[in-house]
C-alpha cells in the first residue's frame, strides 16, 4: 500500500532543496538525502531512475517494498524530515531481507 499523501514530498521545490541543502546518508542500495521542515512529521520521495532499473515492474516493487518498511516502522513518520530516497542500479538485485537490513541501518538517526 502506497504511503499517505501527507507523507510524500509533492513539490519538486521541496525535494531539490532536501538534495541541495540536506545531509546525505548512503548505503547499498541508495542514498538518503534528508533536511528539517517545519511539519510534525516526516516526508518522504522516492526516485528510482529508469537508467538504474529498466523494468517498471521492478522499480515499483522496489517503492512497495519501502513504503511497506516505512509504513511497518511508524518511528519513521513522526521526525520533522524532508527526506528523498535516491536508490542505486545494486538497489534491483537485493533481497528484501538485505534490503531491509540496509534501511535499519541507515534510518537508525531517526530514532
Not at 516502522?73 to 537485493?94: E, M, R, W, Y
Request: charge should be positive; hydrophobic fraction near 40%; proline fraction near 4%.
Amino acid at each position: 500500500m502506497a504511503l499517505s499523501c501527507i507523507y510524500r514530498l509533492k513539490k519538486k521545490k521541496e525535494v531539490e532543496m532536501a538534495l541541495k541543502s540536506g545531509r546525505r546518508r548512503g548505503g547499498i542500495a541508495f542514498r538518503l538525502f534528508f533536511y528539517p521542515n517545519r511539519e510534525a512529521r516526516a516526508r518522504y520521495a522516492f526516485v528510482i531512475s529508469k537508467k538504474n532499473l529498466k523494468k517498471s515492474v521492478d522499480r515499483n516493487r522496489l517503492r512497495r517494498l519501502v513504503t511497506g518498511w516505512i509504513q511497518k516502522n511508524p518511528k519513521l513518520l513522526t521526525p520533522s524530515f524532508d527526506i528523498v530516497c535516491i536508490f542505486t542500479p545494486h538497489a534491483g538485485q537485493l533481497t528484501r531481507k538485505e534490503l531491509y537490513a540496509d534501511f535499519e541501518k541507515n534510518f537508525a538517526f531517526l530514532s
